[in-house]
């Protein structure tokens, strides 16, 4: 058992990936209207950049791109799931990353960037 992975701080929801046929009968992929709650996990902030000012809020006029890392044990996340963690909805950037290397240490990680 790993504290981070499997009892880790945080909880997200997660909104699968699902295949669906568009109006005009092509195939797409993209979030689920409905989440997966995942408990037990691990969010961290990796960056928050925009010009020289990073930390100013959009609500000041500036654009800030945060971007999160999630760790899981295991959690239902592809190229088009959406994350929703703490009022922000999320969305990857490359696809998710599965560590099978022992039972111990098994865990998915995504990188996310929050949506604005």
């Known amino acids: 058992m790993s504290i981070l992975l499997d009892l880790g701080p ?3 929801v997660v909104y699968p990936e699902e295949t669906v046929i568009d109006s005009r009968g092509n195939t797409v992929k993209r979030p ?3 989440g997966v709650t995942i ?6 902030p990796l960056a928050s ?5 990073a930390a100013i809020d959009v609500k000041q006029g500036q654009r800030v791109d945060a971007a999160w890392r999630l760790f899981a044990r295991n959690a239902p996340i592809g190229w088009w799931s959406r994350v929703e963690f703490e ?4 969305s990857l950037l490359g696809g998710p990353l599965t560590y099978t290397a022992s039972d111990g240490t098994h865990h998915i990680s995504a990188t ?3 949506e604005r």
Do not use: D, P, W
């Open 32 to 34: 689920a209207a409905t």
């Open 87 to 90: 009022g922000k909805t999320m």
């Open 49 to 53: 950049t925009r010009g020289a000012f």
């Open 112 to 114: 996310l960037m929050e």
């Open 10 to 12: 945080h909880t997200v």
């Open 39 to 44: 408990t037990g996990c691990l969010m961290m």
